[in-house]
């Protein structure tokens, strides 16, 4: 990636280049189209013998056409970034967004698709409709609880993995860093009290992914807009009713049963996972001081994290991370996702499970400490671009050793598509600034 260029205002900035370009991604021809003859081949007559072969072995799409290499951003607009349910049409430019970070650092052709869907049934109807088309979907900015019964739908019922980057990304990228923070504080994962600040897609997930990667649930404790998630609390049974899966985490988390608030159950952590809502003064110095020393606290709230660092580290907390790039320790999505479908759709993965995420997780971590690690630089960066063939060969590893590849690879094999996959889309966007197909701002 090239060296990061010095931006005034983002917003006025995003503004004036979203109109002066139109478009973050567009599509572009992947032959050669040589003469007039040339469409023979690539469309009719000679298409035909492919469409004939593909409908003997279904298969046979994911080698003949872009199907390998494509994954659709689906997103109803119901919740978006931090601005809420703002609609599809205004989640455009968030998509695009994706879009382009898929393709710059993953090399995956991902499209943009807000949709005007009014149920959750309808937007998986909606997903299933995509499948003869994509080796993948990532769904995207979709409101709570809703987003969990798609994700757990269309798990059971697609062949091409299904991914919602709130939840699995976010809760992928949290375990990432705190294995590293935790190496750093001398702790290990089981055994450490966790408190996790926020009952919404990324700390649901978090708390079955940290689970399966070896902490103990009754070390967790989950807060949501009422307090502490516990099976006392009066309104337990319309959870059971209204969100079957914060009910979940107050039949399994808690072992202490207690009740309160952020302050209660704060007393004696040691870790902090905030993904509540914007700060900066969602979490009270007072709330973190309690913690056990050399606590970790991460942050994660955009664009205004639930608390700052500085504040936190004013409180005693040892380690800080957000998911801003302009503090140390970014905890992004981003680290992971692009990594994650390039090694998913290398081997044609059928799902992406858990087991594939935790060790997506461990290699990033792993990525990280070869390179030296400290209180403010537990992960990589977006920068660090050679980290994601890496994580995506490690991805693809688990899914030939879960049984969900159709496509069984070798960690080289992985390595080298992944590397090659990639550095042809950084390539490509070299060539066309060169060339001026894509050209450069205004001044």
């Given at each position: 990636?090239?060296?990061?260029?010095?931006?005034?205002?983002?917003?006025?900035?995003?503004?004036?280049?979203?109109?002066?370009?139109g478009a973050?991604?567009t599509?572009?021809?992947?032959?050669?189209v040589?003469?007039?003859?040339?469409?023979?081949?690539?469309?009719?007559?000679?298409?035909?013998?492919?469409?004939?072969?593909?409908?003997?072995?279904?298969?046979?799409?994911?080698?003949?056409?872009?199907?390998?290499?494509?994954v659709?951003?689906?997103?109803?607009?119901?919740?978006?970034?931090g601005?809420?349910?703002?609609?599809?049409?205004?989640a455009?430019?968030?998509?695009?967004?994706?879009?382009?970070?898929?393709?710059?650092?993953?090399?995956?052709?991902?499209?943009?698709?807000?949709?005007?869907?009014?149920?959750?049934?309808?937007?998986?109807?909606?997903?299933r409709?995509l499948?003869?088309?994509?080796?993948?979907?990532?769904?995207?900015?979709?409101e709570s609880?809703k987003c969990?019964?798609?994700?757990?739908?269309?798990?059971g019922?697609?062949?091409?993995p299904v991914?919602h980057?709130?939840?699995?990304?976010?809760?992928?990228?949290?375990?990432?860093g705190?294995f590293?923070?935790?190496?750093?504080?001398?702790?290990?994962?089981r055994?450490s009290?966790?408190v996790?600040?926020?009952?919404?897609a990324?700390?649901?997930?978090?708390?079955?992914l940290?689970?399966?990667?070896?902490?103990?649930?009754?070390?967790i404790?989950?807060l949501?807009?009422?307090?502490i998630?516990?099976?006392?609390?009066?309104?337990?049974?319309?959870?059971?009713?209204r969100?079957?899966?914060?009910y979940?985490?107050?039949?399994?988390t808690?072992g202490d049963?207690r009740?309160?608030?952020?302050?209660?159950?704060?007393?004696?952590?040691?870790?902090?996972?905030?993904?509540?809502?914007?700060?900066?003064?969602?979490?009270?110095?007072?709330?973190?001081?309690?913690?056990?020393?050399?606590?970790?606290?991460f942050?994660?709230?955009?664009?205004?994290?639930e608390m700052?660092?500085?504040?936190?580290?004013?409180?005693?907390?040892?380690i800080?991370?957000?998911?801003?790039?302009?503090?140390?320790n970014?905890?992004?999505n981003s680290?992971?996702?692009?990594?994650?479908?390039?090694?998913a759709?290398?081997?044609?993965a059928?799902?992406?499970?858990d087991?594939?995420?935790i060790?997506?997780?461990?290699e990033?971590?792993?990525?990280?400490?070869?390179?030296?690690?400290?209180?403010t630089h537990?992960?990589?960066?977006?920068?660090?671009?050679?980290?994601?063939p890496?994580?995506?060969?490690?991805?693809?590893?688990?899914?030939v050793k879960?049984?969900?590849?159709?496509?069984?690879?070798?960690?080289?094999?992985?390595?080298?598509s992944?590397?090659?996959?990639?550095?042809?889309?950084?390539q490509?966007?070299?060539?066309?600034?060169?060339?001026?197909?894509?050209r450069?701002p205004?001044a």
């Open positions: 990636m090239p060296r990061r260029k010095r931006v005034g205002d983002p917003s006025k900035e995003a503004l004036k280049l979203s109109k002066f370009y973050k991604v599509s572009a021809p992947n032959v050669p040589r003469s007039l003859s040339d469409f023979s081949i690539w469309y009719t007559p000679g298409v035909a013998a492919v469409s004939r072969a593909i409908a003997s072995d279904p298969d046979l799409a994911f080698e003949y056409t872009g199907r390998w290499n494509t659709a951003i689906l997103t109803d607009g119901s919740r978006v970034l601005l809420g349910k703002i609609g599809p049409v205004a455009l430019p968030v998509m695009e967004g994706k879009a382009l970070i898929y393709n710059y650092l993953g090399g995956v052709n991902a499209v943009p698709l807000p949709v005007q869907t009014g149920s959750e049934e309808e937007l998986i109807a909606f997903a409709a499948e003869p088309a994509v080796g993948g979907i990532n769904l995207e900015d979709i609880p969990f019964e798609v994700l757990d739908t269309l798990r019922k697609m062949a091409v991914w980057d709130d939840q699995q990304g976010t809760a992928g990228v949290v375990l990432a705190l590293n923070a935790l190496e750093l504080t001398d702790r290990k994962l055994g009290r966790i996790l600040l926020g009952a919404g990324a700390n649901v997930a978090a708390v079955r940290l689970t399966e990667a070896g902490a103990d649930p009754h070390d404790i989950v949501d807009s009422k307090g998630l516990q099976l006392e609390r009066e309104d337990v049974d319309q959870l059971s009713l969100n079957r899966w914060k979940d985490i107050a039949l399994t808690n049963r009740t309160g608030g952020v302050d209660d159950a704060l007393a004696g952590a040691d870790v902090l996972v905030a993904a509540a809502g914007q700060g900066p003064h969602l979490v009270r110095r007072s709330d973190v001081s309690l913690m056990n020393k050399r606590a970790i606290a942050f994660l709230a955009n664009p205004v994290p700052l660092p500085s504040d936190a580290i004013a409180a005693g907390v040892e800080v991370a957000t998911g801003r790039s302009d503090f140390p970014q905890v992004n680290l992971l996702f692009p990594a994650i479908f390039r090694g759709l290398d081997v044609r059928r799902t992406i499970t087991a594939m995420v060790a997506a997780a461990n990033l971590a792993a990525f990280a400490r070869r390179r030296g690690i400290d209180s537990i992960l990589p960066t977006m920068v660090e671009w050679e980290v994601y890496r994580v995506a060969a490690t991805v693809g590893q688990a899914a879960g049984g969900q590849a159709r496509k069984k690879l070798t960690w080289k094999e992985s390595l080298r992944a590397t090659d996959t990639i550095d042809r889309a950084r490509t966007m070299a060539v066309l600034r060169r060339s001026g197909v894509i450069e205004p």
